[in-house]
């Protein structure tokens, strides 16, 4: 890989993670169009351990007051959020655990399933704006189901975000507190993924991406995360969702007809 391909993939990365548009998908059409770039280890840990980054300096503040009033060991309001965001972790680590190696079948240049499953995001993300501004806040069940959108979301193409956020509005809950949970949810599937990743992964040689465009990667990652994330807060809370569908849609189909 080399230092431009990697700047085009950690941006794409860092951008795609927080908007509603599949940074899966989008990497791997990235990885198509840049000559069928080969799948590679810690360029995947790095650029997502980037974007995990990006989040945490974000929401800083809200980390820290989780941390505080979970460490007060009472049941306090903070102790109950977090508990609700652990719960959302349950279903995309029961989907990780027992089919893995199908789901990284689907990683392997398959331009036309991602298509697909862009289209499909654009649908979902056209629901969005036909769903009136709800005040609820995320209950237990909502967090569980909330979970089951982001499970369904390893599959390349289906927005991460797009699918917890919607999944939210149309359980009611309020626009801000929805993004809010959709990117903070995001914390312990991708942190524990990278660990196992870590911890089992081959980082042979022929499996690895040179010092300099891991770096490259990983900045560009982190610094579009970032632009990524704030903007992604602005565009929800105006429901401005429905430009992001119409260009899922555009590619989405470009992928299934042209590629």
């Not at 941390?67 to 029961?94: C, D, H, W």
């Not at 995001?121 to 056209?126: A, P, Q």
């Not at 991708?190 to 660990?195: D, E, L, R, T």
Request: charged share 10%; aromatic share 10%.
């Amino acid at each position: 890989m080399t230092a431009l391909e990697a700047l085009i993939l950690g941006l794409i990365q860092g951008l795609t993670e927080f908007l509603p548009v599949s940074s899966s998908g989008h990497l791997e059409i990235g990885k198509y169009l840049l000559g069928n770039l080969p799948e590679s280890l810690n360029f995947t840990v790095a650029v997502h351990g980037a974007t995990v980054l990006s989040i945490i300096v974000v929401f800083w503040k809200d980390i820290v007051s989780l941390i505080r009033g979970l460490f007060a060991f009472k049941m306090n309001q903070e102790t109950v959020y977090v508990l609700k965001l652990l719960v959302s972790a349950i279903p995309v680590g029961i989907v990780g655990l027992l089919f893995k190696d199908q789901i990284e079948a689907l990683f392997s240049g398959r331009i036309r399933f991602v298509g697909g499953m862009l289209v499909l995001t654009g649908l979902v993300l056209f629901t969005a704006s036909l769903v009136p501004a709800g005040k609820r806040k995320i209950s237990w069940l909502d967090s569980f189901v909330i979970g089951i959108a982001q499970a369904v979301a390893v599959l390349p193409g289906i927005s991460r975000s797009g699918s917890t956020i919607v999944t939210a509005l149309l359980l009611g809950d309020d626009r801000t507190e929805a993004t809010r949970f959709s990117f903070l949810m995001v914390l312990l599937p991708v942190i524990g993924a990278n660990m196992m990743e870590v911890y089992s992964g081959d980082f042979s040689a022929g499996n690895s991406v040179g010092t300099g465009p891991l770096i490259i990667g990983a900045v560009a990652a982190f610094i579009s995360g970032l632009f990524a994330c704030k903007w992604m807060l602005s565009l929800v809370r105006k429901g401005k969702l429905w430009y992001f569908a119409v260009y899922c849609l555009i590619i989405g189909a470009l992928a299934l007809f042209f590629l």
